[in-house]
């Protein structure tokens, strides 16, 4: 049994930003479905793809300044294909 309808949550504050999170996870996924729709790339491969390819891309502090990690190559395919302008 999964008891996958149960949080586990100790107090109302936890809650709420539990669901929080998961409202804004559900919104970004559905804006990488929708930029899947629009660029008719939903065949080839899904949102949990997409999302799994760019967890790849880290933001690395060098000193003072922020930069972003190297990029793997499929994951550049996929930025190109679905024409994401800035990753950062």
Do not use: Q
């Amino acid at each position: 049994m999964l008891n996958a309808d149960r949080s586990y949550m100790r107090d109302d504050s936890a809650m709420e930003g539990w669901m929080f999170v998961n409202f804004i996870s559900l919104l970004l996924y559905y804006k990488v479905y929708g930029l899947l729709v629009s660029k008719d790339a939903l065949s080839k491969c899904s949102p949990k793809d997409v999302i799994l390819h760019l967890s790849r891309v880290f933001n690395v502090k060098i000193g003072d300044n922020w930069v972003v990690s190297e990029v793997p190559k499929k994951t550049r395919l996929l930025i190109d294909k679905l024409g994401i302008e800035n990753i950062t």
